[in-house]
T-cell receptor, first 112, second 113 residues
Framework: NAGVTQTPKFQVLKTGQSMTLQCAQD?????MYWYRQDPGMGLRLIYY???????DKGEVPNGYNVSRLNKREFSLRLESAAPSQTSVYFC???????????FGPGTRLTVL | QQQVKQSPQSLIVQKGGISIINCAYE??????FPWYQQFPGKGPALLIA?????SEKKEGRFTISFNKSAKQFSLHIMDSQPGDSATYFC????????????FGTGTKLQVIP
């Protein structure tokens, strides 16, 4: 039982490049989330998915897109990376009827 | 608009001392208040949580105190240990449904020997 896994762990992009951050969970959770973590800003919600087939914007969605590929996988795409998207990205999932969110180990992204 | 305000931003405590982190929220509809602990290079993990129908919850050395009328809650770490050195996030949410969680900005705790 791996919990929530994220790939890659580290990534360096040049401005304008695109990439997809992958997230998968093996806990059969319905809800999944993407956060970014910046110094002094805490965790800010980018997008979330309440269940397979649905996605909604969070607090800071601009510049990102998401895909809930199936119940296990929730990917985050940067179409044209900008230096302001340099951050640590966390994926999380939550089971129905429980309030605890389970976080992945994060992806550290640097945009030059 | 920040709905959960957390203080202090950083905290240094001697081993054996008490660490106290405070949070205040605005939305009176929130009904679930967790604290997450994050070690360097790791994702946050749930430490302890409380609902507003109780004023205090204790798990080992960790205690949440909750003041509904003041819309404030705090984390107390008794007998703080170097292994407690981490970043702590308070949060608030509406339980159930898709549960969008609002996090505080985090407190970096350092416990020195």
């Amino acid at each position: 039982n791996a919990g929530v896994t994220q790939t890659p762990k580290f990534q360096v992009l040049k401005t304008g490049q695109s990439m997809t951050l992958q997230c998968a969970q093996d806990m059969n959770h319905n809800s999944m989330y993407w956060y970014r973590q910046d110094p002094g800003m805490g965790l800010r919600l980018i997008y979330y998915s309440a269940s397979e087939g649905t996605t909604d914007k969070g607090e800071v969605p601009n510049g990102y897109n998401v895909s809930r590929l199936n119940k296990r996988e929730f990917s985050l795409r940067l179409e044209s990376a900008a230096p302001s998207q340099t951050s640590v990205y966390f994926c999380a999932s939550r089971a129905p009827a429980y309030n605890e969110q389970f976080f992945g180990p994060g992806t550290r992204l640097t945009v030059l | 608009q920040q709905q959960v305000k957390q203080s202090p931003q950083s905290l240094i405590v001697q081993k054996g001392g008490i660490s106290i982190i405070n949070c205040a929220y605005e939305n009176t509809a929130f009904d679930y208040f967790p604290w997450y602990q994050q070690f360097p290079g790791k994702g946050p993990a749930l430490l302890i949580a409380i609902r507003p129908d109780v004023s205090e919850k204790k798990e080992g050395r960790f205690t949440i105190s909750f003041n509904k009328s003041a819309k404030q809650f705090s984390l107390h770490i008794m007998d703080s240990q170097p292994g407690d050195s981490a970043t702590y996030f308070c949060a608030a949410s509406l339980s159930g449904g898709y549960q969008k969680v609002t996090f505080g900005t985090g407190t970096k705790l350092q416990v020195i020997p």
